[in-house]
């Protein structure tokens, strides 16, 4: 059977440790407890984490297998001469090859869903070949198949490596990490998160202090794209640091120590918070969405958030590269809602109007991204345009070239 062939590779992958640091159980016949309900064949876990019943969990998976008896539907292709790779022949067009990449981009899509993530990779076994996979906002790669049975190292290989590797090497975004115990109450009660709900700690840029609050509240339905995801987070700014009298030291001051980018935010308050992947352009400077609203925020527009802080995350595989493969010669191409009344829209499209009518006429700025995702509604019923990250200048006549760079986080006061 491939399964169990897979998995003595696995069992017999060189390890300088006496205990395993990975587990692989099978996964394919419980499948996940939540609105995705997927059950990829196998799932890597780290060794402390005890899946129950074998289930699928989203949330602690480090990687996916998924298996396939036969080779006749692979959904994959490799190219036979450079002819082949010159005309993008590389995704087979049957129906059940179409459905396989749709299973396997389910899985991934439900993966980076559940959990903070740059990047991730998997494994696709069709018959007595494999190819590794990865992830992330702007492309997928997947390597040329292999036979695991003729070349046994290879698959050793790749998983003794990604056992070892940190967990941002795996491609988890390190700047949220699990809250603190002590702060939990507090949150919870300030953003009414039931008990089970696990909290994070979010890190934006600039900000001093911390955002706690539950993972975004819609798993993206895509993997693809900029993957925004947005969700009220509760501030709590750094404790006051300790006072020695009896040492006098000129120290530098800690990152969490550092100056507040916006001198009220000294106090517990709620926010809201955004993730998503920015673009950069290749022929022209595209100026972060965070300066774009300093901007704003500057010249007194109205009708927008206040933003409070915002940056590029940072970290392994913030940002994407893939744009720098696009000549390689192995490359091979195929190119709920709130219910709401008639005065609210109206009112929500107006003030999106003057918003952008001040933008244009004081800041010179058009937005250049309008649509109904890109305008929200204050509790009051106030539209605000929001989604600035593809702003340009009125008079930048440059014609712009694309491609999925950095991701970005901002924090702003809660409409």
Not at 11 to 37: E, Y
Not at 196 to 205: E, G, Q
């Amino acid at each position: 059977m491939v399964k169990s062939t897979v998995k003595s590779t696995v069992k017999s992958t060189p390890n300088r440790q006496s205990n395993p640091i990975l587990i692989f159980p099978n996964t394919s016949a419980s499948v996940s407890t939540d609105d995705f309900a997927l059950k990829p064949d196998v799932s890597l876990f780290d060794k402390d984490y005890a899946p129950i019943r074998n289930r699928t969990d989203f949330s602690a998976m480090e990687m996916f297998i998924e298996f396939k008896k036969s080779g006749e539907d692979a959904p994959f292709t490799d190219p036979l001469d450079e002819v082949a790779i010159q005309n993008g022949s590389f995704e087979s067009q049957s129906a059940k090859a179409k459905e396989i990449r749709g299973q396997l981009a389910s899985y991934a899509i439900a993966h980076h869903g559940h959990q903070f993530r740059h990047f991730s990779l998997s494994v696709f076994v069709s018959g007595t070949q494999a190819r590794f996979i990865r992830w992330d906002a702007s492309a997928v790669v997947v390597t040329e198949q292999f036979d695991y049975n003729e070349k046994p190292e290879i698959m050793a290989k790749f998983f003794w490596q990604f056992s070892h590797l940190s967990q941002a090497l795996r491609g988890h975004d390190t700047s949220v990490v699990r809250a603190e115990v002590e702060v939990e109450d507090r949150v919870r009660k300030s953003l009414n998160v039931k008990s089970k709900t696990p909290l994070f700690r979010y890190t934006v840029p600039g900000l001093n202090g911390y955002c706690y609050g539950p993972r975004p509240p819609y798993p993206s339905r895509s993997i693809i794209g900029r993957m925004t995801r947005t969700l009220p987070v509760w501030f709590i700014p750094p404790p006051p640091a300790v006072q020695q009298q009896h040492i006098k030291q000129e120290m530098p001051p800690k990152q969490e120590e550092a100056p507040a980018c916006d001198p009220q935010w000294a106090i517990e308050r709620p926010a809201y918070l955004k993730d998503c992947w920015r673009f950069i352009s290749l022929t022209y400077h595209v100026q972060p969405e965070h300066e774009i609203y300093a901007m704003l925020h500057r010249a007194n527009t109205p009708n927008i958030p206040q933003l409070v802080c915002g940056g590029d995350v940072g970290g392994p595989g913030s940002e994407t590269d893939i744009h720098k493969l696009a000549d390689a010669p192995w490359l091979c191409v195929k190119l709920e809602i709130t219910p709401f009344c008639t005065k609210e829209l109206v009112r929500g499209i107006l003030g999106a109007m003057k918003a952008h009518w001040f933008a244009y006429n004081a800041v010179k700025l058009l937005h250049c991204d309008i649509s109904p995702g890109n305008i929200i509604l204050t509790k009051d019923g106030e539209g605000l345009l929001i989604d600035w990250e593809l702003a340009k200048e009125v008079n930048e006549n440059v014609a712009r070239q694309w491609h999925m760079a950095v991701y970005v986080r901002c924090a702003a006061a809660e409409p």
